[in-house]
T-cell receptor
């Protein structure tokens, strides 16, 4: 089954404790992206990747890192999480830049 | 910076009526405009999209129109049904040459039976 998976689905952590949210797709898509969703603000793009080893900043990249060492995986790294990074995070993938983005199930992160 | 404004933020219609959601974008280089539907507790899913070389696109009860000169695009849902109740997001991206995507803040649509 074609899908985008994210882990973990829920995470409660404390300020400053490094964490990684994994994202994997099995559709051989070149394009992948991370978004955060906050009430009243819609989806805001954090980082995106157009291919292996090719990443670029989205609208709200501060406090986040990404890497794309393999085509299928695009992890999101929070080196020192802060409470303002409490949010719902979605990973998405797409075959081209003008095609459907398929979203993962979301990761709800709470930083205390 | 680049942004996408979406209106209204909330829309309530009677079953069978039409619903219209409007978006305005700022980056004239944008050329791909998708619409996503997000049901409560679920992930966004594409319902229709339009590219800059097309002015209108229709898929059954859903249509999207694009006015590149005015930099706005709209979603039209006809014969609304209760299952159309959800949050709808518009987005704009540059497509070719990049993957930066800007979403609108969303419209919560209620369809009353």
């Amino acid at each position: 089954e074609a899908q985008v998976t994210q882990n973990p689905r829920y995470l409660i952590t404390v300020t400053g404790k490094k964490l990684t949210v994994t994202c994997s797709q099995n559709m051989n898509h070149e394009y992948m992206s991370w978004y955060r969703q906050d009430p009243g603000l819609g989806l805001r793009q954090i980082y995106y990747s157009m291919n292996v080893e090719v990443t670029d900043k989205g609208d709200v990249p501060e406090g986040y890192k990404v890497s794309r060492k393999e085509k299928r995986n695009f992890p999101l790294i929070l080196e020192s999480p802060s409470p303002n990074q409490t949010s719902l995070y979605f990973c998405a993938s797409s075959s081209t830049s003008e095609d459907t983005q398929y979203f993962g199930p979301g990761t709800r992160l709470t930083v205390l | 910076g680049e942004n996408v404004e979406q209106h209204p933020s909330t829309l309530s219609v009677q079953e069978g009526d039409s619903a219209v959601i409007k978006c305005t974008y700022s980056d004239s280089a944008s050329n791909y405009f998708p619409w996503y539907k997000q049901e409560l507790g679920k992930r966004p899913q594409l319902i229709i999209d339009i590219r800059s070389n097309v002015g209108e696109k229709k898929d059954q009860r859903i249509a999207v129109t694009l006015n590149k000169t005015a930099k706005h695009f709209s979603l039209h849902i006809t014969e609304t049904q209760p299952e159309d109740s959800a949050v709808y997001f518009c987005a704009a991206s540059k497509g070719t040459g990049g993957f930066k995507t800007i979403f609108g803040a969303g419209t919560r649509l209620f369809v009353k039976a």
